[in-house]
């Protein structure tokens, strides 16, 4: 059981470049999501999935794109990378997220983390 | 919107010893889950702690343990017995169900704690 997999762990790219974090999870979570996390800014909402097929924006989702074809992968793609986006991005899963209910499992409203990439653009 | 505040940047503490880290927040909700994540210089999340708005106990794993005060919004972690391992980058989070931020998880800023032999 492998949880939450990111790739690539580090990237260099220069402005203007295209390239796609990759994102895959083996726990069938319906939930998945990217954040970004800054110095002194804490981790940011980037993009958000409940379901294969449905996708949606968080709180900095200028210059990303994502799709979910699958349950199991969330590919993170920077159209044209501007030095604004040099940082650490994370995919997080979770069975749910964001169901209120006392019958849910334990883990249902947890999120599990990748390791993280770092990202820095010239 | 809601918001969630770490007013300590950074934090020290003596080994063996207990230090307490702040979080507040900010929210019309009443039904809500807290968290306290740990990131340590490997840069992996690893959840601390969860905590129900619906519940009046207070959530403790092991060394560590919460003081949720629901009415004044604070939602502190405490670690007691501090060891080496601690050290790391400490994230207090909001998990609303609805409004703007439905369903996902609000972080705040961090506090970095540093523990000393």
Known sequence: NAGVTQTPKFQVLKTGQSMTLQCAQDMNHEYMSWYRQDPGMGLRLIHYSVGAGITDQGEVPNGYNVSRSTTEDFPLRLLSAAPSQTSVYFCASSPTLGLLSTSLPSGANVLTFGAGSRLTVL | ?117
Not at chain 2, 43 to 60: D, F, G, P, W
Request: neutral net charge.
């Open chain 2, 1 to 117: 919107a809601q918001t969630v505040t770490q007013s300590q940047p950074e934090m020290s503490v003596q080994e063996a010893e207990t230090v307490t880290l702040s979080c507040t927040y900010d929210t019309s909700e009443s039904d809500y889950y807290l968290f306290w994540y740990k990131q340590p210089p490997s840069r992996q999340m690893i959840l601390v702690i969860r905590q129900e708005a619906y519940k009046q106990q207070n959530a403790t794993e092991n060394r560590f343990s919460v003081n949720f005060q629901k009415a004044a919004k604070s939602f502190s972690l405490k670690i007691s017995d501090s060891q080496l391992g601690d050290a790391a980058m400490y994230f207090c989070a909001f998990l609303g169900f609805y409004g703007g931020s439905q369903g996902n998880l609000i972080f705040g800023k961090g506090t970095k704690l540093s523990v000393k032999p």
